[in-house]
């Protein structure tokens, strides 16, 4: 949509699209998600779209307080170290990626290097 208009999606563009992408694909939707609230904080249809994805089941998780810090911390917001390192962790990233809404690779690189550095971490770790 972006290179098609030759400007970012309004926000009212962008509700529709991620919308759609959220009744089908749930790694996406939080991918998309998850950069909306990178990009506009406080957009008024972001909100709308929380409370939607908030009623459904299907898609309850994704608002979750430990997996909205994960995919804001994989977009480079706030605090990465927070990040508990673990395959699991690192599996929500790959699950969650979406080369249309990209998550920051760094997060991965430093949790790698905080693990390279501790014994123990990189005996519970062998994985990573």
């Known amino acids: 949509m972006r290179a098609s208009r030759g400007r970012p999606p309004n926000d009212d563009?962008?509700?529709a699209v991620i919308a759609e992408i959220c009744r089908y694909r749930m790694e996406i939707c939080g991918a998309h998600i998850a950069q909306w609230q990178h990009e506009d904080p406080d957009s008024e249809r972001l909100a709308k779209l929380l409370a939607q994805v908030t009623a459904s089941s299907d898609h309850r998780h994704l608002i979750e307080p430990k997996m909205r810090q994960m995919l804001a911390a994989f977009r480079g917001d706030g605090d990465g170290s927070m990040l508990e390192i673990s395959p699991e962790v690192i599996e929500t990233f790959v699950d969650y990626y979406s080369y249309s809404a990209p998550f920051d690779i760094r997060v991965l690189e430093e949790m790698?290097?905080?693990?390279?550095?501790?014994?123990?971490c990189v005996a519970d770790n062998a994985a990573l």
């Open 13 to 15: 563009e962008r509700f």
């Open 112 to 120: 790698r290097s905080r693990c390279q550095s501790d014994p123990g």
